[in-house]
Structures are given as C-alpha cells and as structure tokens.
C-alpha cells in the first residue's frame, strides 16, 4: 500500500495567489481529515469528510480555506487568496471509518507564502 | 473544551535506557487515544491506538498505558535506541466529536549514543 499521498510536498507562492494542495487517500478508507501544523498552535483539524461528506468544518480559519472531495479517493484543499500566516505544513489523514479507526497521515506539503 | 499536555517536553537519554513519555487530558470522555511519532520534516507514523475501553497496548519495544478517569496516558521505550530520536505526539478523540483528534504539545526525545 502506498500511503496516504500528498502533493505538493513544497509550495512557495505569493500573497494573493491561489493555492491548491493535493491528498490521495488509502484505497478502502472512508474518511479524510486535513490538519494545518505550525509552530505557535501545534496541530490542528481543519475539516473532516466521511464518505465524501463534510462533517466538521469548524477548524476552517476563514473563507478564504474551501476543500473538497470530487470523488471517495481524492481531496483538494484550496487557499484563495493567500496570505503569509497560512505559512505551515499541511498534513491530511485517512482512515477505515470514524471514531474507532486509526488515522494515517500523509507526509505533508509544507506552504510558504511570501 | 479538551486540553492534552505533554511533558516533558524535551528528553535527552543515552542508549539503552528505558523511558516514559507522559500525556495528560483534560476531558475523560474519549472515545481513544493514539502516539505518534514525527520525525523532522517528515509526516506522523501511528505507534499505536488505546481505545477507551482498553487499559494498554503493546508493539514491540513500545507500550502504553491509558488510565481515561484520572486523564493520563503513558508510552514507556524499552531499551532505546538512537533511531528513537523524534517528537512523540499523543492525541485524543473526545466523545461526540467525530474523529477531531486533539493533539499534544509534543515530547523531542534524542538518544544519544
């Protein structure tokens, strides 16, 4: 099995600019998480799907924070426009189903926004 | 609204010691709890899951303990090895949250040879 796949692994872009980061999930996994990771706030939930149903979005800093997922293997999460604060690594995560299943986390794309 | 503390914070053993990495919560009601580790640059591994209903788990040289009604869990490292040197997370799904992993401060642990 391949892992939880991520792309880009890096990201540097300007301010304003659109940002799209890319996560595969595990095949046979229903259940996607993004988390945002930095050094002043640690790692946090962003928004979680199940079953490509968003179902906690309240981690999602502002509008400008949209993802989704087009199909059961596949997410987008997209900043528009950026700004240098969403400067973090990015990291999602699958897993089997909810509440009980071990999540598996992929190795992240690391933004930079200057 | 939950809290999990990690301490220390940083650990500095020689090889071959044994060691305990300590987790605290705030909120008993969770549902499990997972270690991690994250060595730098690089993504989460999963060590290991303790659901709410289990006192501990075990995967080789690694084993924790969860005690849910005083908030605490533990991951002791028997004979550590260098290769050991990461930051440990520990996190929590607190009940009637769905799958929010709350996560830990973090211990950086480096075995030193």
């Known amino acids: 099995d391949a892992g939880v796949i991520q792309s880009p692994r890096h990201e540097v872009t300007e301010m304003g600019q659109e940002v799209t980061l890319r996560c595969k999930l595990i095949?046979?996994?229903?259940?996607l998480f993004w988390y945002r990771q930095t050094m002043m706030r640690g790692l946090e939930l962003l928004i979680y799907?199940?079953?490509?149903?968003?179902?906690?979005d309240s981690g999602m800093p502002e509008d400008r924070f949209s993802a989704k997922m087009p199909n059961a293997s596949f997410s987008t999460l997209k900043i528009q426009p950026s700004e240098p604060r969403d400067s973090a690594v990015y990291f999602c995560?699958?897993?089997?189903?909810?509440?009980?299943?071990?999540?598996?986390f992929g190795p992240g794309t690391r933004l930079t926004v200057t | 609204k939950q809290e999990v503390t990690q301490i220390p914070a940083a650990l500095s053993v020689p090889e071959g010691e044994n060691l305990v990495l300590n987790c605290s919560f705030t909120?008993?009601?969770?549902?499990?709890l997972q270690w991690f580790r994250q060595d730098p640059g690089k993504g989460l591994t999963s060590l290991l899951l303790?659901?709410?209903?289990?006192r501990e788990q075990t995967s080789g040289r690694l084993n924790a303990s969860l005690d849910k009604s005083s908030g605490r869990s533990t991951l002791y490292i028997a004979a550590s090895q260098p290769g050991d040197s990461a930051t440990y997370l520990c996190?929590?799904?607190?009940?009637?949250?769905?799958?929010?992993?709350?996560f830990g401060t973090g211990t950086r642990l480096q075995v030193t040879l």
């Open positions: 996190a929590v799904v607190k009940t009637g949250t769905a799958s929010k992993l709350t």
């Open positions: 095949s046979g996994h229903n259940s």
């Open positions: 303790i659901q709410s209903s289990q």
């Open positions: 909120d008993s009601a969770i549902y499990n």
């Open positions: 995560a699958s897993s089997l189903g909810d509440l009980y299943y071990e999540q598996y």
């Open positions: 799907f199940n079953n490509n149903v968003p179902i906690d």
